[in-house]
DNA sequence: TAAATTTCATAACCTAAGTCAACGTTTTTA
DNA sequence: TAAAAACGTTGACTTAGGTTATGAAATTTA
């Protein structure tokens, strides 16, 4: 069940025996069904998600328009790092897009941790760190590319999300319709076949 | 010429002498004139940029077209966090568009004051983390807002951006021309004289 | 301060995305 | 497994932004 996820830390640092217990210690494995939301709009986001197996998108609610901005698979680290740090509500909404397994552990728990093994500190430095990169690219993509040039790229770079997402919610990540996102995938058709 | 920086530092840690003096010996006092480049694509930014006075835009160079996606006026701090983390070039360019004094001081050196006081730890984790909350927060505008509203929210939130960066930069931040902007402009006014 | 450059606005025309509606297919659910 | 819901495509039409060109005003520079 945490072999995943241990995994995943030890590449970033090693663990002797006592940390990794400890760590092992905080972690709660939790199963979330489709269309469920492993975190809500409102809540104030006080945990770390690491996803074991399925898919999940996490988007803004503005006025009953959902916009989707990211879409996670296994392996993957999920937080919103601006509520867990300032303590805010969130405003971010992530929700499973196939039946998920996820192992989170709470904020508190977290920094008990960096009390007692100076380890985890790293550990959350480079999370945090990952965090910020991977938010810092997607605006460089957002300011930088066209909704068809950057589904291309999705095509070529995450391939899985053009393949097992549903296509509107893929619009909704390239800032555009379902209707425009069908007629962006006929006018690539047309292009391939010349 | 210390004044703001040390400022700006003291609303986040209270400093001893020894920790203030420290930090202004590793303080450089630069000037640029419009249009220089405080940072230039290509280069690794090893350093962390303060505005004393003037303002600067930050922006991609994609085949040619400058996309700019943010202003700093003083009191602001600036680093491309992405290749001050990994020590990869950077893509991102920083142009005077004022007169500009700044402050900035050198990474090596900050992690010299790192292992010496303790609590510039502290400075360098919540620099980071505004950091973050500031592209989180870039990253919402750019996936829920359209450029008319974008342009209605700068207005009202960052009137000096309006009243001091030439309209074609705006465009570009808004992810638009400038022939649109004007013509949003005009929108504007008109929706006003209703 | 005169010339050069930059900035801004406007017009005409083009293009991509939005809107609305219809319809067939796939998936979910009772 | 039958009915309902969700999903994807297409067509007709609208709209916002892009492109190209022109010219005036403001700013910079020599």
């Known amino acids: 069940m945490t072999t ?38 409102g809540q104030i986001c006080d945990k770390i998600i690491f996803i074991n197996s399925g898919c999940a998108r996490i988007f803004y609610n503005v006025d009953g328009v959902e916009n989707t901005f990211q879409f996670f698979f296994a392996e993957r680290w999920y937080t919103d790092f601006s509520s867990f740090l300032t303590g805010q509500p969130t405003i971010e909404n ?16 977290l920094y008990q941790l960096y009390d007692t093994y100076p380890v985890f500190d790293r550990v959350g430095r480079i999370l945090a760190e990952n965090a910020f990169l991977s938010v810092s690219k997607l605006n460089q993509m957002l300011t930088n590319e066209e909704p068809e040039q950057r589904y291309l790229n999705l095509m070529s770079q995450r391939p899985e999300v053009v393949q097992r997402i549903p296509q509107h919610y893929i619009a909704s990540y390239l800032g555009i319709k379902p209707e425009s996102l069908s007629r962006i995938r006929k006018r690539i058709l047309l292009a391939k076949e010349r």
């Open 4 to 41: 995943q996820i241990l995994q995943s830390i030890k590449s970033i640092v090693s663990l002797n025996q006592n940390e990794e217990e400890a760590f092992v210690n905080i972690l709660e494995v939790k199963q979330f069904k489709k269309k469920e939301f492993l975190l809500l709009e």
């Open 94 to 109: 992530m929700q499973a897009l196939e039946p998920c397994e996820v192992i989170q552990f709470k904020k508190k728990d």
